[in-house]
């Protein structure tokens, strides 16, 4: 829990320190979402805006788009398998639920779980793919299966916000237009960022409790 709150003051802070910049390139996300085809670069283009933003690095104009031009190829690709997996799982539920059968209950179960965990790979993946040096989209997929494996509550919490968020934008719209996927992108960006800084603080503080232990290995009497 304390990582999840560490991760949501973090990702607070970052947007009230460049929130016009956010503001207006929410808006702009929400064009190219009405557009369809706009939406993956768009999408690329928030990401590294929210990448530079967690290294603390002044925003410009170029910011947003040279993310478009190092991810639109991997942007489209992530779109694609999204549409696929969505039509996939979307397909099962509508099937399973139609049947009238005890048994249908498990598989389709088993694809709302499907639908659900990835949804939240969704959620890591720019993250992932802006830190790597060479895009991949394998790895990336791979990192934000590991993380959300070894941060469970991080990943729970996450939803949560994911969740309360949607349904502000649903009941009030505004939320929506100015800051809904400027927020997500800058706190799944944290959360990634902040995990590995945990997860290198907890290794530390382990090297540096075993070198304090005294040495216990059995020695032969001189």
């Avoid at 993310?67 to 690709?77: A, E, T, V």
């Avoid at 539920?93 to 709302?112: H, I």
């Avoid at 996450?158 to 934008?169: D, E, G, H, N, Q």
């Avoid at 990634?192 to 070198?211: F, G, K, M, N």
Wanted: charged share 15%; hydrophobic share 55%.
């Amino acid at each position: 829990m304390s990582l999840a709150w560490r991760v949501i003051r973090a990702s607070i802070s970052d947007f009230a320190d460049e929130i016009l910049w956010l503001v207006l390139l929410n808006v702009l996300w929400c064009i190219a979402l009405v557009t369809v085809i706009g939406a993956p670069l768009v999408s690329a283009g928030m990401a590294w805006v929210a990448a530079e933003i967690g290294e603390g690095k002044v925003l410009r104009w170029n910011t947003f788009t040279t993310g478009i031009r190092r991810y639109w190829k991997q942007s489209y690709l992530w779109a694609l398998a999204n549409v696929l997996v969505a039509a996939l799982v979307g397909m099962n539920l509508a099937f399973y639920s139609g049947r009238s059968e005890s048994w249908a209950l498990v598989p389709f179960f088993l694809f709302g779980a499907l639908g659900l965990w990835w949804a939240g790979m969704q959620f890591y993946f720019f993250p992932f793919l802006t830190h790597q040096e060479t895009p991949s989209l394998r790895l990336a997929y791979r990192n934000s299966i590991v993380l959300m494996l070894s941060q469970p509550g991080l990943s729970l919490v996450m939803f949560l916000v994911v969740i309360i968020l949607a349904a502000l934008s649903y009941f009030f719209l505004f939320p929506l237009f100015l800051f809904f996927f400027a927020l997500l992108s800058v706190l799944s960006n944290r959360a990634v960022i902040e995990t590995i800084r945990y997860q290198t603080e907890q290794a530390e503080a382990e090297e540096a409790r075993r070198s304090k232990m005294p040495d216990q290995r059995w020695r032969p009497p001189r």
